[in-house]
Each structure stands twice: as structure tokens, then as C-alpha cells.
Nanobody
Framework: VQLQASGGGLVQAGGSLRLSCAASGRTFSSYNMGWFRQAPGKEREFVAA????????YYADSVKGRFTISRDNAKNTVSLQMNSLKPEDTATYYCAARAGGFQTIAVLTTPPNYGMYYWGKGTLVTVSS
């Protein structure tokens, strides 16, 4: 599967952005999807994940209550709605995918692959204070 993230940009603190990830292939509905981010000089970190059906989600504590992950299997897309953005949310955001079982939060937070098999190019989000 090939992944392409979009929707990044510059936003003021307290603002919102919606990231989208478009996936190629006819088996998107069988993939568990995730969003990860990497700030300059820092390690990549888990942000949110959603199971193939959309029935299960996980969030990093740092974004819980502010970010919402969703998917549309008919359109082969997964989205990340980001509200109440903070300067510390500034990073390049990546979407990722894996088939098979929905990984536990322990695996999703473990580098280097975070339990994901496929990665897209990132989209930059900059939050100004």
C-alpha cells in the first residue's frame, strides 16, 4: 500500500488543522492505520491509531481529547482532526499502515517501526505561539 499525507500548514496556537492520508490499493479496509510525528531533533512518536474497521482507536496521552482519528474505507482515507493545537504539536506528521491484528499501545509506541509496515511521506505542521 502507498500512503500520501496532506493537510499540514502553519496555524496559531489554539487553532485547528485536519490531516488526511490517501492510500492506494483495493485492500485499504484490511489495514490498521496510524499517525506518528517527529519534531526536529526528536525521535518519532506515536500520535493515534485506528483499527481496520474503525471500531478501536488509541491516542497518545499528549493529544487525547484534542485529536481525533477517523477513516473512510470507501474513500481509502484516514484523517486526523487536530484541535486546540499547541506549539509542542509542531512536527512532521506521518501516516502508517499494517495489515493483521491491531497492535497494542505498547507496540505502537516502540521504535523503530512502531508495529507498522508501510509509511508515507510526512506533512509538516507548524504551530506558532
Amino acid at each position: 500500500v502507498q500512503l500520501q499525507a496532506s493537510g499540514g500548514g502553519l496555524v496559531q496556537a489554539g487553532g485547528s488543522l485536519r490531516l488526511s492520508c490517501a492510500a492506494s490499493g483495493r485492500t485499504f479496509s484490511s489495514y490498521n492505520m496510524g499517525w506518528f510525528r517527529q519534531a526536529p531533533g526528536k525521535e518519532r512518536e506515536f500520535v493515534a491509531a485506528i483499527s481496520w474497521s474503525g471500531g478501536s482507536t488509541y491516542y497518545a496521552d499528549s493529544v487525547k481529547g484534542r485529536f481525533t482519528i477517523s477513516r473512510d474505507n470507501a474513500k481509502n482515507t484516514v484523517s486526523l482532526q487536530m484541535n486546540s493545537l499547541k506549539p509542542e504539536d509542531t512536527a512532521t506528521y506521518y501516516c502508517a499502515a499494517r495489515a493483521g491484528g491491531f497492535q497494542t499501545i505498547a507496540v505502537l509506541t516502540t521504535p523503530p517501526n512502531y508495529g507498522m509496515y508501510y509509511w508515507g511521506k510526512g506533512t509538516l505542521v507548524t504551530v506558532s505561539s
